[in-house]
């Protein structure tokens, strides 16, 4: 096989686009009265999915995990995907029909959005690495962020938590992510931990956070896990007390230092999945 072979098997689309496969950029021309949300994700080989040997998924499943982590932060802005570019790597090991697989699980997935494959690269290294970026686009001055939670919000989780082990597909909660537009102050998805991710939220908006009850969690998984574990991918969100929203409610934002968690009273340490530190301790 060789790239213009492997080209040839990418489905192309234009759908939204100027300009999409086939020239040096793709060109995408945005309305006046909205916002781009840019994001990109990087999915390794033995890092995050095993393709060979103990616990490995198949290339549709490794392709739909790819794209699901980056919608899953187009979903966090409250922006609806409109393209995206993929960047693959292949490794040795690799053959014409991984490659359909993984495609089409990831173009499974996009499509299923509505976002577009504008372009992307292909090369080759040791291990599978793969690069997604999406475009969203959000109503002008309306994207979702990380600081805006306010003391007196009530937080929510969009879904049960658990950790990888205990959701080996994820689904990026673009779904809860329109019904939140407008009305959540703050919003980020769970990624690497509830507790570290919320942590980092309210670092972002300079408050506190009080959680009243325990997280739900996914039917085999642990406190522990629902808490620390990552690549859960539901929303966490806060939002004014009095504002009907969907999901499960855990508690309150509140004045303190930034930062800190209290769960039924007692500190919360904000550990979860880190790559580095857990690269330092393996």
């Known amino acids: 096989m060789n790239e213009a072979s492997l080209l040839a098997r990418v489905p192309a689309s234009r759908r939204g686009l100027v300009l999409g496969i086939g020239d040096d950029a793709a060109i995408y021309r945005p309305k006046a009265d909205e916002d781009l949300t840019f994001t990109t994700d990087l999915f390794i080989e033995n890092v995050h999915f095993r393709a060979r040997g103990p616990g490995a998924i198949s ?33 040795p090991w690799t053959t014409v029909r991984w490659f359909d697989g993984f495609y089409r699980g990831l173009l499974g997935l996009a499509d299923r959005y509505g976002c577009t494959l504008a372009g992307g690269d292909l090369s080759h290294t040791p291990q599978v690495v793969c690069d997604v970026m999406v475009c969203g686009s959000v109503p002008k001055g309306k994207a979702l962020r990380r600081d805006g939670a306010r003391v007196g919000d009530v937080l929510y989780v969009s879904g049960s938590l658990g950790g990888w082990r205990h959701r080996p597909m994820p689904v990026p909660r673009l779904d809860v992510a329109r019904k939140i ?12 931990g509830l507790a570290l991710d919320l942590h980092r939220m309210c670092l972002a908006s300079g408050v506190a956070a009080r959680l ?71």
């Open 181 to 192: 537009l407008g009305r959540a102050t703050a919003a980020m998805d769970v990624s690497d």
């Open 212 to 282: 009243d009850v325990t997280p739900p969690v996914l039917r085999g998984a642990t406190l522990e896990e629902a808490l620390h574990a990552g690549e859960d991918y539901e929303l966490l969100y806060t939002a004014p007390k009095g504002v009907r929203m969907p999901g499960h409610r855990l508690g309150t934002i509140e004045k303190g230092p930034p930062g800190r968690i209290t769960l039924l009273g007692k500190p919360l340490s904000p550990h979860g999945y880190d790559h580095f530190e857990s690269r330092a301790r393996s």
């Open 59 to 91: 290339a549709e499943q490794a392709g739909y995990r790819a794209m699901a982590r980056s919608l899953s932060d187009a979903a966090a802005m409250g922006a609806r995907p409109r393209f995206c570019l993929v960047s693959l790597s292949l490794a």
